[in-house]
């Protein structure tokens, strides 16, 4: 069994392939302590193989070398992500990936190779922690929050991309009288605009494939559905598309 | 020479000791993890670890000694102080070199926050009483070369003695006229501080001093289109820097004798890493030591650095000033047309540096091209999207980076750097 981990900020996944099929997937939150968080994922299997991709990476592979696991590859998730999203849907060429801190957009050819990518650089404005916070704010699960933000019907412009200066925004519309779904589809609306941005520095050609965590939010898919001009395709289990990728990277290095 | 004469020195700077002390510890540390941990060094480079391991000693203490026998130590931040007239005014030139984080916040009280980083680290290190160079100088000499150090320059002149030279934006005849009557104003300058005249004997003398500086870096730089890799970027990088501060003839002597090493490497095959390597080309802003983050980031992503077009590496090296000149006005006319084809960012309009980045590109066969630069540093963050829509044209891979002397980006900048290699694979 081949397996690659996707350590990210926020969580880890982990995907399982035996004879090139998914056998296996399994998803834990990183924590602080990604390390035994890490070793409770791959509790209990026989892995022949591992590729560890996300920004824990190298803390991936020493602490699984560390245990005794076979050789640990490292891939960053730009390439992690080309695999994966190339192996999902074959004629993509443009894969977004809006994750926990980071959003990259990815340019690929005919063969699934990257051919340029853009990525966000020091702070986590317009990432996945951004919505989080936010929601936090909101008082509003995660996962309910682009729904949430959907019932708006004003798209409020919020201003700052700084967490923390989008936050104090927020409230002072709110303080303004406008209504918290207005402002919740506004917020929304400032990531996608930095996406958006980000797509086009690459030079975007179509099909677009949207993946990370965030794909599973439907407020931002539709609002990336709309600045776009088409619907960007979204893999099942968008957030697994990395630890797939880091999988087949695995697997292509032979055992 | 030991520690304790090295204390003496220091307090006699008026350095801030402990601040001092705390420098040299994590200035050592670096140099420890980045340079010692490389396998497969070349011998030649352990003249390099002891002149960077007495980079606050021995070399300081020189210095001393040199203004003890009356000489005159010149400080410097930029490629364009003709080095020529120094020497020829028997003073010393040194590269001031401003790539640490150190003394920031005192220097955001003098220039604006949104400065690049080299600025403020060369105003930290005064204000912070760090840096023994920059106290052992009996002059400064800046340069108009970009809004951020003229104005910097202003408010730098309260705390250290000062002189600015002009150099022009553009390269047409009423600039070259305006640079010749600076590089003569500059050598007045020399001989007033120094008292010595300045004759066509002297300068003839180190006109050849520089070049062969200059002759024996080319000469690296050749070395380094080999595959492998005869040599690390880390290590060449080094090697530049150091050139800005060791003394001339002592460096070229050194560095001759390091290329024969690399030329045994070489006919035997062998390299710092193995053939199919991807090999990267850095472009962009000056590193100044001990700026190795990007370099250190690149080799640890298993990639390896073939070139700098950087004046920390081939801008300043690329061109020698003509040796034929007899009249003392001949060698000066010979030293304007020099130093006006340096390709820095602040010209414009400044076509030679993209030709130059594509054709250093191919010359040392590199798979793709880094293009660095300092946030906030105009100059080249404008060149880099011109720079790299030209490269694409060329099909050259490339990556840009804005990026400062701090580490909050590090985490990103390997992730980048990583993807990018892993692209060229
Ligand atoms: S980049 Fe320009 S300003 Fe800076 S050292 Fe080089 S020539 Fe001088
Ligand atoms: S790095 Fe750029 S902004 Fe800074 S001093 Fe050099 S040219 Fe000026």
């Known amino acids: 069994m081949i397996a690659g981990i996707d350590i990210g900020s926020r969580s880890i996944e982990l995907v399982c392939l035996e004879d090139g099929h998914i ?104 990432t996945g922690k951004f919505l989080e916070h936010v929601a936090n704010v909101f008082q509003i699960a995660i996962d309910e929050f682009g729904q949430y933000a959907l019932q708006g019907t004003e798209e409020l412009t919020i201003n700052s991309m700084c967490t923390v200066f989008a936050e104090t925004e927020a409230t002072s519309l709110m303080a303004q009288g406008h209504s918290p779904h207005n402002i919740a589809l506004g917020l929304h609306a400032s990531i996608v605009k930095r996406t958006v941005n980000m797509i086009q520095r690459v030079g975007m050609k179509a099909p677009l494939v949207f993946a990370g965590g965030v794909a599973n939010n439907p407020c931002i898919v539709a609002l990336l559905a709309k600045a776009l001009g088409e619907q960007p395709v979204i893999p099942d289990n968008p957030d697994m598309v990395g630890a797939y990728g880091a999988t087949l990277h695995s697997a292509s290095q032979g055992i | ?188 300058e ?71 090493q690399i ?37 640890s992503a298993g990639a390896v650095i073939v070139g700098e077009e950087s004046c920390i590496g081939e801008r300043n090296t690329r061109d020698l000033v003509d040796e034929s000149g007899e009249t003392l006005d001949d060698m000066i006319d010979a030293i304007v047309d020099r130093y006006m084809r340096i390709d820095c960012a602040c010209f414009t309009p400044n076509e030679e540096r993209t030709d130059n980045v594509v054709s250093m590109a191919k010359a040392q066969h590199a798979d793709g091209v880094i293009q660095y630069s300092l946030m906030f540093c105009q100059p080249y963050e404008h060149e880099s999207i011109k720079v790299g829509k030209t490269l694409e044209s060329e099909e050259i891979p490339a990556l840009s980076i804005s990026t400062d002397y701090s580490m909050e980006d590090v985490e990103q900048l390997k992730t980048r750097v990583e993807a990018f290699v892993e692209m060229l694979k």
Not at chain 2, 204 to 226: E, G, M, P
């Open chain 1, 23 to 126: 056998t296996l997937t399994r998803r834990l939150p990183t924590t602080f302590d990604p390390r035994s968080q890490l070793l409770k994922l791959i509790d209990g299997l026989q892995l022949d193989a591992i590729a560890a991709t996300g920004y824990g990476r190298t803390l991936a592979s020493q602490v699984l070398s560390d245990s005794g696991e076979r050789v640990v590859e490292t891939l960053t998730e730009i390439k992690a992500y080309g695999l994966g999203v190339s192996a999902l849907v074959p004629e993509a060429r443009t894969v977004v990936d809006i994750g926990g801190q980071d959003t990259k957009a990815i340019l690929l050819n005919e063969k699934g190779r990257v051919l340029k990518f853009e990525m966000n650089d020091r702070c986590a404005a317009g």
């Open chain 2, 1 to 188: 020479m030991g520690e304790a004469s090295y204390r003496e020195m220091w307090e006699k700077l008026d350095l801030d000791l402990s601040a001092h002390d705390a420098l040299l510890e994590v200035l050592g540390k670096f140099y420890g993890d980045i340079y010692m941990s490389q396998q497969g060094r070349l011998q030649g480079m352990e003249y390099l670890d002891f002149v960077l391991s007495e980079v606050h000693g021995l070399r300081i203490k020189e210095l001393q000694d040199a203004k003890a026998e009356g000489r005159k130590i010149v400080g410097t931040f930029c490629v364009f102080v003709p080095e020529e007239l120094t020497l020829a005014a028997e003073a010393v030139h040194v590269g001031l070199c401003s790539g640490a984080d150190a003394g920031t916040e005192q220097a955001e009280k003098l220039v604006p926050r949104n400065t690049c980083a080299l600025i403020k680290s060369f105003i930290g290190f005064k204000l912070a009483k760090l840096c023994p160079y920059t106290e052992s100088c009996d002059l400064i000499v800046g340069e108009t070369t970009c809004d951020g150090k003229k104005k910097a320059y202003e408010a730098f002149a309260e705390h250290a003695p000062m002189y600015v030279m002009e150099v022009p934006q553009q390269k047409r005849d009423a600039d070259r006229a305006l640079f010749k009557a600076e590089v003569l104003r500059y050598k007045d």
């Open chain 2, 263 to 299: 030329e045994q490497r070489i006919a035997a095959g062998e390299g710092v890493a193995p053939a199919n390597t991807p090999r990267l080309l850095l472009a962009g802003c000056p590193m100044a030591v001990p700026n190795w983050k990007l370099p250190y980031v690149v080799e």
């Open chain 2, 190 to 260: 020399m001989e007033k501080l120094t008292g010595k005249t300045i004759t066509a004997e002297t300068l003839k003398k180190s006109i050849k001093t520089v070049n062969d500086r200059r002759r024996v870096l080319q000469r690296l730089s050749k070395l380094r289109s080999a595959n492998p890799a005869p040599i690390s970027g880390r290590d060449a990088l080094l090697i530049n820097q150091v050139g800005f501060y060791d003394d001339p003839i002592r460096f070229t002597g050194a560095i001759n004798a390091l290329c024969d």
